[in-house]
């Protein structure tokens, strides 16, 4: 199967995903010019002096001596957002998909095969949820052998329309259950299971 060569719309698919991994990448990127400035300064910025100076003029020295290294990572900190939301996108975006086929597919609708791009990283997922999704859309398949009348397709249409009921198989379902409570109401009682 050939991979789809489309991009996808939006880069930001998925708050829950893609916001988690974004904020834990700034977060590291923030711990780390912490870090890294704080080390910079304990290794030079003390014991480089050579005459005992209050420790906020020291630090405020180094700071005014190094803001180059401040900048210097500052702008590297929307290249780094930038490359982690399209890597966040190659796993965010199948994941939508994914959830969008099973909605349809709860909802009792026949859906299409997900088809991930060039580069999704849950590809080896794909191959075994569209066996899912194919195995369920021929048990829909096989559960449209019952012709309903189109009045009936009307009244089903109609209850779902309404949000009476979420799908036509639920409408049907409980039709069947009625129809069984209503068959053990008129079995006579000796024959009705204890």
Known sequence: MKKPTYKRKKLFVSQAIQGRLLRRMVFYWIFFQLFQWHALFLSGGITGVSEPRPFVEMYLGFLSNHVLLFAVGLSALPILIWDM??????????????????????????????????????????????????????????????????????????????????????????????????????????????
């Open 85 to 194: 939301l399209k890597l966040s996108n190659r796993i965010a975006g199948p994941f939508v998909q994914f959830e969008r086929v099973l909605k349809q597919m709860t909802r009792g609708e026949r859906a299409e095969p997900v088809r991930l791009r060039k580069g999704d990283l849950v590809t080896e997922f794909q191959g075994v949820f569209n066996e899912f999704v194919e195995s369920r859309n021929q048990e829909l398949d096989a559960g449209d052998d019952a012709a309903l009348t189109p009045e009936l397709e009307s009244f089903i249409q109609a209850e779902v329309a309404a949000g009476n009921y979420e799908s036509a198989d639920e409408v049907i379902r409980e039709a069947i259950r009625l129809l069984q409570d209503c068959e053990r109401e008129s079995e006579p009682e000796d024959l009705q299971p204890a």
